[in-house]
Every structure is written in C-alpha cells, then in structure tokens.
C-alpha cells in the first residue's frame, strides 16, 4: 500500500475541521485520556470530514472503538499492541499501523504483520517525554532496508526544513504534530507542509 508523504497528526475533530480542507490526505485523530463518548463523537466527526475530502482518517489506540464506529486504520504503540486483539482488527478488516523506537519493538511489529511501521522519534520531540534519544536519519535508512517494501514512517521533531532529509534517508511517509499545531499559522504552515511533500506523492 502507499501512504500519502504528508501525515498530520492531531488531537481532535476541531482541528481535522480546520485542516483537513486545505488538502490534507492522511491524517490521525490522537486523543489521550477521554471519557468514551467524546471518543465516540471525535470520531464520528472526524470520519464525516475525511469522508467529504477524500482523506485516510487513522484512529490512534483505540482499535474497539475503531472497530465499532467502522473505521478502516488504527495506528498502535508497543504497549497497545500487546493488549491488542490483532485478529479481531484483521477480522473487521482494519489496516494497521505500529510505532517503533527500538531493534526488539522493530521485531515485535513486523510479526503482527502491520500495513505501515513508524519510526520515532527521527529528532528531539517536544509532544512527550521518551525513554529513547532521538534516532537519527542514519536509523531510517536502516529501518527502510530492513521492512522493505512496508512504508516507513518518520516521526519526531520534524518541520518544513526537515522533510526533504527523512525522505532521503528512506521515509515514505513525514509525520507532524507540533509544528502545525504549535505553529501561529496553523492553516499557512499545513500549506507549506503540502506543498514541500508534493514532489514525494
């Protein structure tokens, strides 16, 4: 499968509302710690934007209720994919994508046979504390030769001056919270964002 080179990530439907309409193609719905019915109405908005622009909405750790709501991709950690029922999510037809930070965790998601493998974090992230140092590019183009044709996915510290090197080193796909969502122009940078991955579709 191919991935759009452009994955946004944020944490709620009020921003896949403001984002999603400007061109965004993949984007994930990354919400922490709430009760099940706003999960529930986040999602049913979110899949109603996405629906109408044609874009890959991804559900992150909550693959019940993305089972339940009918979504089509949920994205896991290490620690959700233990807990995960895998053949459940394969059963309802869910593509998959999983996090890595490490050789065992690269191992641990290639044989949950994933749809996609995130790699993170690429450089320093401000979005949570991590018990891994940054990776670098160097371990992107190991990543990339090591999962083959799997699409890669690059996370952590990125920002507009960053794309071009994590697609060098092997990445199929960038991954960006906080440089949109921190940003003063959220609306203008995601602009940016689409226009330095253009080349990358």
Not at 43 to 66: P, S, T, V
Not at 158 to 184: E, M, Q, Y
Request: hydrophobic residues 45%.
């Amino acid at each position: 499968m191919r991935l759009d080179p452009f994955y946004l990530i944020v944490d709620s439907a009020e921003w896949i509302d403001r984002l999603v309409p400007l061109g965004v193609k993949l984007v994930q719905l990354r919400m922490k710690d709430c009760e099940e019915m706003q999960l529930r109405r986040e999602i049913r908005r979110a899949k109603a934007i996405c629906a109408e622009h044609g874009c890959q909405l991804i559900i992150n750790d909550y693959w019940q209720l993305a089972i339940e709501e009918e979504c089509d991709f949920v994205h896991l950690g290490q620690e959700d994919l233990a807990e995960a029922d895998i053949a459940a999510i394969r059963a309802a037809g869910l593509k998959l994508g999983l996090s890595t930070h490490d050789e065992t965790e690269l191992e641990t998601a290639l044989a949950a046979a994933p749809d996609y493998v995130a790699l993170g974090p690429v450089w320093p992230t401000i979005l949570k504390k991590m018990k891994w140092e940054p990776q670098g590019l160097d371990r992107l183009r190991d990543w990339k030769t090591r999962i083959g044709p799997l699409p890669l996915v690059a996370i952590g510290g990125l920002n507009t001056d960053r794309i071009d090197s994590v697609f060098a080193h092997g990445a199929d796909c960038a991954a960006v919270v906080t440089d949109i969502t921190l940003n003063a122009a959220p609306e203008a940078r995601t602009r940016q964002w689409i226009e330095r991955t253009a080349r990358f579709r």
